[in-house]
């Protein structure tokens, strides 16, 4: 069974910056898309940023310009890097891997606070 490994987050202050890492375990399918959600207490799971095999990347407004979102194909891995944190930013974060078989699996959330 395919298990995600996220690691990286942690408290911070306002302004500053983290990067949270997500491994994938192999798979016998290849991996498509590779994703960064987060949910807010009291708020929906929303999506922060998502990558494609290719390296096609998009983001969700509210990170543009302070998030960038990587990945490592050879290691299965993705990657955010978090600069200019805002305590809007404060959330618990997950890890989606989608799989060629149509599979998907979902990381275990760390938690991001932002605060002075």
């Known amino acids: 069974q395919v298990q995600l490994v996220e690691s990286g987050g942690g408290l911070v202050q306002p302004g500053g910056s983290l990067r949270l890492s997500c491994a994938a375990s192999?798979?016998?399918?290849?991996?498509?898309?590779m994703g960064w959600y987060r949910q807010a207490p009291g708020k929906e799971r929303e999506l922060v940023a998502a990558i494609t095999s290719g390296g096609n990347t998009n983001y969700v407004d509210s990170v543009k310009g302070r998030f960038t979102i990587s990945r490592d194909n050879a290691k299965n891995t993705v990657y955010l890097q978090m600069n200019s944190l805002k305590p809007e930013d404060t959330a618990v974060y997950y890890c989606k891997v989608d799989y060629s078989s149509g599979y998907y699996v979902w990381g275990q959330g760390t938690l991001v606070t932002v605060s002075s």
């Open positions: 192999r798979s016998f399918f290849s991996i498509n898309a």
